[in-house]
């Protein structure tokens, strides 16, 4: 019986997300299907980790590795299982969950180890940017800014990407970028250009609304220059998986694009900012890694309401970070008018 039994190792990355991940080891031990698995926990000691120890299980042929983190430890633990004939599973717990919320598995860890339990398997595609996997969304421009500075910011949680957001958005400019999707060739001026192989970035935020994971192909969504005005539609459109209608995005599929830029600067891949030069190349690889998935993935009603509970909960974020931002502007402004006014109060004294 335990010759029978397939060995299955859960990586935890304890760093991830806003809360501790003992309740989840817990439940990881108590739900598991000890019948069906042998089960190793490991926890990562350092960014990396998780490539490594995922690679040293695809060697020792594990059915699986679990992933106990967000989308970045996702992606570490993945690109160490493709083209192997280890599986990736997913218990989510980051700040975005995007590939996790795509394949529709359950945000608690009681429905995504029930999910595990299952060990139902399909094969999908992966991307690479410059030679870097990535499996839900990469990209340039301001997504990659906000990335970037998000990863500098010492806290984490949709909250502060939300903060990032509305603060950098006020003085990014756009840039122009000239893009080669399979042979042909265009200029677009883009506050950001986003690749997909999922629909998401995380949190139900639709950049790339109709991706598969399954059709060979690069979802591209290039976001052109828009003024605050349109912010409120596009922030409805982004959540309510509809920004493909928007007038002021285009959108595309390929199986490779190459953009050159007029500098080199940050990209992002699955969420995670990396410097790299003028010329990027992206492309789609298919049916490169095996995940365990939801057999029976919930749809319809409940994940209508779902999505509007997720937008009415951003609109709420948004309005209180306004709020917040537009405090603050003012308070610096008249910090600064009383700074001029003693100057030029003890200028005239001098004067006299």
Known sequence: MVESLKKIAFIVNPKSGNHGKTHIVNCINERIDKNKYKVEVVYTQY?????????????????????????????????????????????PCGSGNGLARHLQIPMEPQGAIDVINEGWEETIDYGKINDVPFFCTCGVGFDAFVSLKFSQAGKRGPLTYLEQTLRESLNYRPETYELDMDGSTAHYKAFLIACGNASQYGNNAYITPQATLDDGLLDVTIVEPFTMLDVPTLA??????????????????????????????????????????????????????????QKNAPTGFSSVLQRAQDYINGLRQINESIVSDIASRNKQILDKGKRQFKLLTKKNETNH
């Open 47 to 91: 960014a990396g980790h998780a490539v490594e120890i995922a690679a040293q299980k695809a060697k020792e042929n594990a059915y699986a590795v679990v992933a106990v983190g967000g989308d970045g430890t996702v992606n570490e633990i993945a690109r160490s299982l493709v083209h192997t004939q280890t599986a990736l599973g997913i218990i």
């Open 236 to 293: 409805f459109q982004l959540f309510n998986k509809t920004i493909d209608q928007n007038s002021r995005i285009k959108t595309f599929r390929c199986q490779t694009l190459h953009i050159h830029r007029a500098k080199p600067g940050v990209v992002h891949y699955d969420g995670d900012p990396m410097m790299m030069g003028k010329d990027i190349d992206v492309a789609i690889v298919k049916e490169g890694i095996r995940v365990i998935i």
